[in-house]
């Protein structure tokens, strides 16, 4: 069936390093890949997405990388902030599916 | 100026009762979205409704009925509440493809 998981529940990173989030998919399916944060109190908010014929995206401070031969989905955030602390998402989408699947989601928290 | 807007932010009730969550955006989009966040913030989409038309009906008891007067509002009425509909739901919107939404700000429904 279709599921989207997560590596590493919860991590904790030095303001101004890099961070790394990591995803593991099944569905290879999907057409696209999408990174969602959300902050406390807050809804999900779209951060980048990638097709599924691409490898790598890069957007502001973030860069998604996609690896279909291990099914593993990253999301890269480069200068952590502490604005960047929050919940990150990854999700997939088949491309006319009217719906995302969502994985647990990652805690992201910043150390000053 | 608030793209996706959802209504009443909390909602605290007894078991049996029958509540609805209203949602409205002015974004213009076609398409839009229940979803379901539990205590373990894992989202699941319940509804996906495009031109006030279901589109998806994703396994979800027949207790909860989404209706959509128009296609700028998606609303949710849940008969007979349980303790296990107790979560955070969120409504979103899209256009075009499902891969980009705009999340409101949530309900936190707590059944007692």
């Known amino acids: 069936g279709e599921s989207v998981g997560l590596h590493l529940p919860t991590l904790s990173v030095q303001e101004g390093d890099n961070s790394i989030i990591n995803c593991a998919y099944s569905?290879?399916?999907?057409?696209?890949f999408i990174w969602y944060k959300q902050e406390s109190g807050k809804g999900p908010q779209f951060i980048i997405d990638i097709r599924s014929n691409m490898d790598k995206r890069q957007g502001q401070r973030v860069t998604v990388l996609l690896n279909k031969t291990v099914k593993h989905l990253s999301l890269q955030i480069a200068a952590t902030q502490p604005g960047d602390s929050a919940v990150y998402f990854c999700?997939?989408?088949?491309?006319?599916?009217?719906?995302?699947?969502f994985g647990q989601g990652t805690r992201l928290t910043i150390n000053p | 100026d608030t793209a996706v807007s959802q209504t009443p932010k909390y909602l605290v009730t007894q078991m049996g009762n029958d509540k609805s969550i209203k949602c409205e955006q002015n974004?213009?989009?076609?398409?839009m979205y229940w979803y379901k966040q539990d205590s373990k913030k894992f989202l699941k989409i319940m509804f996906s409704?495009?031109?006030?038309?279901?589109?998806i009906n994703e396994t979800v008891p027949n207790r909860f009925s989404p209706k959509s007067p128009d296609k700028a509002h998606l609303n949710l009425h849940i008969n007979s509440l349980e303790l296990g509909d107790s979560a955070v739901y969120f409504c979103?919107?899209?256009?075009?493809?499902?891969?980009?939404?705009?999340f409101g700000p949530g309900t936190r429904l707590l059944v007692l």
């Open positions: 974004l213009g989009h076609d398409t």
């Open positions: 979103a919107s899209s256009q075009g493809g499902a891969q980009t939404q705009y």
């Open positions: 999700a997939e989408n088949m491309e006319g599916a009217q719906k995302l699947v």
């Open positions: 409704y495009n031109n006030k038309e279901l589109i």
């Open positions: 569905n290879s399916a999907s057409d696209y």
